[in-house]
Structures are given as C-alpha cells and as structure tokens.
C-alpha cells in the first residue's frame, strides 16, 4: 500500500498517508507492539515535519483505539463493522483520533483530508461512506460539547 510521495505536498497531508499506511500495515499484521513505528517512519516518511506529525497520530490513534472503535461502531449501524474495509477503518481511525484530540486541526479539514485518503487508497464507494461515517461522528461530537 505504501506510494510514492510529491514532496511538494504539505507535510501535513503527507503524514496522514503515512499515518494511515502505518496503520494498515499494522492491523495487517496484527501486530499489537509499536516498536516499529520509528523505522517505519524513517523509511516512508519524507520530511522530520512528516515525520513528527505522523508519529504523534500514530500514537495517538492507537492510544484510544478501544473509544475510537466503539464511535465507528455506534456510528455505522446500517453496517456490520467487520464489512468496513481495513484500508477505510484505519483512515476512519486517524480522521476520528484528530476530530477527538486534534483541536488545532479544523473539523472540516479532517473530513476532506479522509475523503481524499479514500479516494487514494480505496474504492470509488469509500469517500461518500468515510464523509457519511466522519459527518454522524462530527455532529454527536458538536451535540455533546
């Protein structure tokens, strides 16, 4: 899954892939230890502000796995969990951990950035599930706070 990079990008959008692969890459594996998220990173991760940013969300995201889930899982209920793509779950995973812990990172621009990684690295039915799934989220989000 891993693609090559315009360095050119804004680093921020870069350590979404980069996040999301490492993501993947590690749900693939069903791997539960992080200790290769550093050579990962050195290896896939174009520029230290990538770099950096892909770490933390990395981290992140995986800290609060359980709660991000459970939110996928509440969110999605015209559709059994274990459907959801692992490519879309992860990319779900990394917009929802930022829409929760990320407030620096505007929701819109969460939502546009994961609609993009859908269509990147998914199927042409992904974007309109990962905004449908991102939109619900955002909304319980707003309604509780």
Sequence with gaps: MCI????DSDPRSLARQTAVQFLHQFA???DR???QVDLFLNEFAPNLQSRSLARQWILGTWQHLEQIDQLICQTS???DPNRISMVDRNN???AIYQLLYCPDIP???VINEAIELARLFSTAQAPAFVNGVLDAIYH???EES
């Design 28 to 30: 693939v594996q069903n």
């Design 140 to 142: 319980k989000l707003k």
């Design 92 to 94: 779900l995973r990394l």
């Design 4 to 7: 090559s990079y315009d360095t």
């Design 33 to 35: 230890s992080l200790d």
């Design 77 to 79: 209920t015209n559709w």
């Design 107 to 109: 929701p819109k621009v």
